[in-house]
């Protein structure tokens, strides 16, 4: 779903060779991009735990919210965010987020959508 939104907004994508960090690469203007997708998962009404693969710079994280029966957020994991609320776990860096109506929140700080992000 998140390869075909960057391939829809102009970029040219290509799966990553191995199993590992990166997902795809998602290629526009001459630059590469890194990119990671998870899969949050319900904690309890409203609250997720979005996972993020072992963070590195010049990766994009994103984590897709399952909020309905075929409808989905995705978020933008940023470095600040992920050091600030992240839990080391085994494979993966643990970050639990509230749905409210001003968009999702971990302790008073706000996670940028993707929609909303100057991504695609």
Not at 32 to 41: C, D, E, G, L, R
Not at 93 to 101: A, M, N, P, Y
């Amino acid at each position: 779903m998140v390869f075909g939104m960057f391939m829809a907004a102009g970029y040219s994508c290509a799966f990553a060779d191995e199993p590992g960090d990166v997902d795809f690469y998602a290629i526009r203007s001459g630059k590469q991009t890194a990119i990671s997708v998870t899969t949050a998962w319900v904690k309890s009404k409203n609250v997720f735990v979005a996972p993020v693969r072992n963070y590195h710079r010049n990766k994009l994280n994103l984590c897709v919210v399952p909020v309905d029966t075929g409808v989905f957020e995705t978020l933008v994991m940023d470095e600040a965010g992920i050091r600030d609320f992240g839990e080391a776990k085994t494979d993966n860096i643990l970050i639990t987020v509230k749905r409210e109506r001003q968009g999702y929140h971990t302790e008073g700080r706000v996670w940028t959508q993707l929609k909303d992000a100057d991504i695609l």
